[in-house]
């Protein structure tokens, strides 16, 4: 790796690729936040990249437990045998959106993502250094020598935080033709930890089903959704006492449990 170009060194060949096609990726958001903070970090201007969520998609046709991207591979009919990486992945994607395509007998890639409901990812475009950085790019810039390749690694327990680097998404007022049976109906949920799908996302779901949100635990949390990840030790759980006797008073779930419950 010390020795292999680095990202500044390929993007124009990458984004010569690109050219107009449509980009498709399992979970787009974490996609387009990394070719972000690349972009950051390498001093380079941002062609303003949009790209479309398999998983979106999936969760919109296939009636699944879990969506993640081998399940949804398999129900295309795709056996996705070396899962996390690029090549497989990006064939596992395209298999999921083919079959929808298919069954739903649809032509077009941006019909078919229109017609479930589905709008592009896009990232910001800008021209010379951006005025204000992305936050995992902000947060990375005092890391740099966990991510160089010649030095030696650290040991696991001296690693940050990282799941902090997840976009907390916007609050959204609770959907007012929400089912009032539902078990989020009138909940208020504070989301920890990594969950399977883009934590944004995840409140986009909840309020559609009438519950708030919240980015920290405050005295109105009802529901703390702990991810993979989390630990009570943690920095996120000792960030406030008064925060932590909050989440005990709250009732806790996995969050693999609610992002079900989301159907």
Not at 120 to 128: D, I, L, N
Not at 224 to 244: H, I, T
């Given at each position: 790796?010390a ?5 500044g060194?390929?993007?124009?060949e ?14 787009a ?53 070396q ?19 298919a ?25 010379g ?7 995992a ?58 969950l ?43 960030s ?24």
């Amino acid at each position: 790796m010390a020795q292999s170009p680095r990202f500044g060194e390929l993007f124009g060949e990458i984004q010569g690729f690109i050219g107009e096609d449509v980009l498709v990726a399992h979970n787009a958001g974490f996609d387009i936040e990394v070719f972000e903070a690349a972009l950051e970090v390498s001093g380079l201007d941002s062609p303003g990249l949009s790209c479309l969520c398999s998983v979106r998609l999936s969760r919109a046709n296939y009636q699944l437990a879990s969506h993640a991207l081998p399940k949804a591979a398999a129900e295309a009919g795709y056996q996705l045998t070396q899962h996390h990486y690029a090549l497989d992945d990006a064939r596992a994607s395209a298999a999921v959106v083919c079959d929808i395509a298919a069954r739903r007998n649809v032509g077009t890639t941006h019909r078919l993502f229109q017609e479930s409901g589905i709008a592009a990812r896009t990232m910001e475009s800008w021209q010379g250094p951006r005025a204000r950085e992305s936050r995992a790019t902000r947060q990375v810039r005092g890391m740099a020598h966990l991510f160089d390749a010649r030095l030696p690694a650290p040991q696991p327990r001296h690693m940050p935080d990282l799941m902090r680097w997840q976009d907390e998404g916007k609050n959204l007022p609770p959907s007012s033709v929400a089912d009032p049976a539902h078990p989020l109906f009138a909940q208020q949920l504070t989301f920890t930890g990594n969950l399977a799908i883009p934590r944004a996302e995840a409140k986009e779901l909840v309020a559609a089903l009438g519950a708030a949100t919240a980015s920290r635990v405050t005295a109105g949390t009802t529901l703390l959704v702990v991810g993979d990840g989390f630990e009570a030790g943690s920095s996120a759980s000792r960030s406030s006492p008064f925060r932590c006797a909050a989440a005990r008073r709250a009732r806790r779930c996995a969050g693999s449990e609610t992002v079900s419950g989301c159907g």
